[in-house]
């Protein structure tokens, strides 16, 4: 299986934080990210290959 992270898609952060809703499990998964303070429960999902690309492209610049 493929290992995969999160992602803020404001900010391309993996600092995402999964807010536990109390009206029970029906209600979609909410995430927040703790470095643009983004809430909503759309998030980009890579892979940790992909995400290490991207990183050492950020480097590079
Ligand atoms: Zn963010």
């Keep these: ?25 029906l209600a979609p998964k909410k995430f927040e990210c703790k470095e643009c303070g983004y809430c909503g429960s759309f998030f980009v999902e890579v892979d940790i290959d992909e995400l290490k690309k991207m ?4 480097e590079k610049k």
């Design 1 to 25: 299986m493929p290992k995969t992270v999160r992602l803020c898609p404001k900010c391309r952060s993996v600092k995402l934080h999964l807010l536990t809703n109390v009206s029970g499990w």
């Design 55 to 58: 990183k050492e492209e950020k």
